[in-house]
């Protein structure tokens, strides 16, 4: 059968359903609910569109890939050409930092702007260069990060240090938790989903250690021997 784009997403969706079903975290169920009430619904094909940044799209994908999930790695890689991928612009550049900026993009599959428009839900994929930290921040949206690679740093408190996590461990943060990551020496390639408030805009909380975190030795304990 050929290729066609609705075949496609919905190929990469079914991928994205199943392994979010072999997770378990709070927040997996609300977003699964979210996938199920709204992917039947049309498809809005947007101009495609890749950022700089997608360059580190391949690795992260082989990473995926060899850590268990080719078919998944597969159908994101089908797909990610023909999605429109932006930056996240809401935020005050010089709080941001140009590293982050410019260094991350996503692609809304379902929600407002994605493939499948949704009312107050958002699914999607997330990719952040490596090395960049993605500063402290918190918004209403409760949110559901599941990555394809790793290990990443993140921490949940301003100022607390890094907890290192491996691939395919899901990050779920409650409303207005306080959350950080900083990526490490692989490309960050996540799904994301957003359960509701997705257009109440995301703040950043300043910390007086971001140089520190954002320092280029900053990595996994035992790095070198990885
Ligand atoms: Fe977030």
Redesign the pocket.
């Known amino acids: 059968m050929p290729h066609t784009f609705e075949r496609d997403l919905a190929h990469l969706i079914d991928h994205i359903d199943t392994y979010l079903a072999s997770l378990s975290a709070p927040g997996v169920p609300a977003v699964r609910s979210g996938i199920a009430t709204w992917r039947d619904g049309p498809v809005q094909r947007h101009d495609p569109k890749r950022l700089a940044i997608n360059s580190h799209m391949a690795e992260a994908l082989d990473f995926a890939a060899k850590s268990g999930q080719p078919a998944l790695a597969e159908a994101i890689g089908v797909i990610e050409p023909q999605l429109k991928w932006i930056s996240y612009d809401h935020y005050p550049r010089a709080l941001i930092g140009e590293g982050f900026a410019t260094g991350h993009s996503y692609a809304a599959l379902i929600g407002r702007e994605g493939c499948i428009p949704a009312e107050d839900f958002e699914l999607g994929l997330f990719l952040i260069a490596p090395n960049v930290l993605y500063r402290d921040?918190k918004?209403a949206a409760p949110?559901l990060y599941a990555p394809l690679t790793g290990p990443h740093g993140w921490r949940f408190s301003p100022g607390a240090p890094l907890e290192w996590r491996d691939a395919h461990q899901p990050v779920w943060?409650e409303a207005f938790q306080h959350?950080a990551t900083r990526v490490g020496p692989v490309p960050f390639l996540c799904i994301f989903g957003w359960t509701r408030d997705v257009d109440e805009i995301?703040t950043i909380i300043p910390c007086d250690d971001w140089p520190a975190l954002e320092a280029p030795t900053v990595g996994p304990p035992g790095l070198a021997d990885r």
């Open positions: 921040h918004h949110e943060n959350h995301a």
